[in-house]
């Protein structure tokens, strides 16, 4: 599964990370994926750190260069 945030600003990604993460983990998924893209950076730190504040995120991790490299991060359940 895949939540992309990009174009959006930090408040609006946050938001649709936590509901969209909260859906698919009621779901069963064991991970999903989140593009933030490269860009300045900021929606990457907000993304990652507020992944680091859900309790049901067990890890992240860096997408592999085919699910966007740098520019997408993984978040394990």
Not at 4 to 18: F, I, P, S, T
């Amino acid at each position: 599964m895949k939540i992309d945030v990009h174009g959006m600003n930090k408040e609006e990604a946050l938001k649709a990370v936590r509901l969209n993460l909260l859906l698919y983990y009621n779901m069963g998924y064991p991970e999903v994926q989140i593009v933030h893209g490269h860009g300045q950076g900021i929606l990457k730190e907000a993304v990652r750190n507020c992944l680091g504040n859900i309790g049901y995120v067990k890890k992240i991790r860096v997408g592999k260069p085919s699910e966007g490299g740098d520019g997408a991060t993984i978040a394990i359940f």
